[in-house]
């Protein structure tokens, strides 16, 4: 299911079997949270622009259009027209950070929703029934991602509820799986790594959902507030920890220099919403740095966002062009930008593998991070 190819260091470059096709890694995967790229990108699009892995998100579907509609037309594949893998987030971030009132008990969360207010409940169950409806390729367990900072008492009884939960997901997935009606009964369950910036707290769970052989690995509650270095060095110490057969991902993350850094220290999938966020914002990843088509030198520039970039709006538009169009909102403008971005993260993540294959990461890192400072 996973095998390492090549490693350079630390970097892994590896492929991941999965029901719905086989992932190359290190990967970043584009972010649909409600089935679709925020921007105007269609699966179409993604296919153009290099994309392996499509994310969406459990709590946004759950709640419009709701996760029985998705079920009934053929899952979330058929419904968005995308025959690629699909990672579904458990809902459980955006239970604790857009829910305003919200009860934790050991069965789950009460809360109300963001759009309506109407009450819900979800747990560890609840949150794979969703999943299975929507029958991506891979699901994540329900956890709690405690706020930034978090005492050691509060993140220690919070990791302890976050394994017991994961056991009552994998149970459940079990037998989701085994029914008649389940639409993906190949659906696979990542664990969650949480702790915080304790290290010692993320290494003992580490330890404890190993023990669970699941198909991949995940670690939450970082990029919530505390440094890089910090990040890093939870990294350093954890990863070591997670079983060395199985896939890594650092959930949230992030800068194109995050990236570089995680995948030298063994981190095999990424997602973040920069790409995209930054995109509509006219805020544009260049390998030469970031930059800000709203600035008026670039008025009259007739160059492409990036020479020699093959993504759709570099090989046909200007920079001119795009900003005028951002400036008189005009909706291409946004598609273009975002395109862009999703294509430049893409293609980093093919650059990556290949120079891990090459044995060649590091001095790669080292060209790529003095290019962004240096632009």
């Avoid at 707290?201 to 507030?225: F, M, N, T």
Wanted: proline share 4%; net charge neutral; hydrophobic share 35%.
């Amino acid at each position: 299911m996973y095998q390492i190819i090549n490693m350079d260091g630390s970097a892994k470059r590896a492929r991941f079997e999965t029901v719905h096709g086989t992932i190359e890694t290190p990967v970043f995967m584009n972010v649909g949270t409600a089935a679709a790229i925020k921007g105007g990108v269609a699966t179409t699009d993604l296919e153009e622009i290099g994309t392996q892995v499509q994310l969406s998100n459990t709590y946004h579907l759950h709640v419009r259009p709701g996760d029985g509609i998705v079920k009934q037309l053929g899952g979330l594949h058929r419904f968005m027209v995308w025959d690629r893998p699909i990672l579904t987030d458990s809902g459980g971030f955006q239970v604790f950070s857009l829910a305003g009132l919200r009860r934790i008990k050991e069965e789950g969360v009460y809360f109300n929703s963001h759009i309506d207010g109407r009450k819900i409940f979800m747990g560890p169950e609840e949150s794979m029934q969703i999943q299975s409806n929507l029958a991506s390729t891979i699901a994540m367990a329900f956890d709690e991602c405690p706020p930034h900072p978090a005492t050691r008492q509060y993140m220690q009884d919070s990791v302890d509820r976050t394994t017991r939960w994961l056991k009552r997901c994998k149970d459940k997935m079990a037998e989701l799986n085994r029914q008649e009606d389940t639409i993906n009964p190949r659906q696979m369950l990542f664990g969650i790594n949480q702790g915080g910036t304790f290290a010692d707290i993320r290494i003992e769970h580490a330890k404890q959902i190993s023990e669970l052989d699941l198909p991949g690995y995940a670690l939450g509650g970082l990029a919530v507030g505390e440094s890089h270095e910090e990040m890093y060095d939870i990294l350093d110490r954890t990863v070591p920890y997670l079983p060395k057969d199985k896939p890594v991902y650092l959930m949230g993350v992030g800068t194109p220099a995050n990236i570089l850094e995680s995948v030298e220290r063994g981190v095999d999938f990424f997602d973040c919403v920069y790409p995209s966020r930054n995109g509509r914002h006219g805020h544009l990843y260049t390998n030469r740095g970031k930059i800000n088509l709203f600035n008026a030198k670039y008025e009259a520039d007739d160059r492409p966002i990036e020479e020699g970039c093959g993504c759709p709006a570099c090989k046909t538009y200007s920079r001119a062009y795009i900003r005028h169009l951002l400036k008189a909102k005009e909706m291409l403008g946004c598609r273009l930008c975002v395109l862009h971005n999703l294509y430049f993260y893409n293609t980093m993540m093919k650059e990556i593998r290949d120079a891990i294959d090459a044995h060649q990461f590091r001095a790669y890192k080292r060209s790529k991070l003095e290019g962004f400072l240096n632009g």
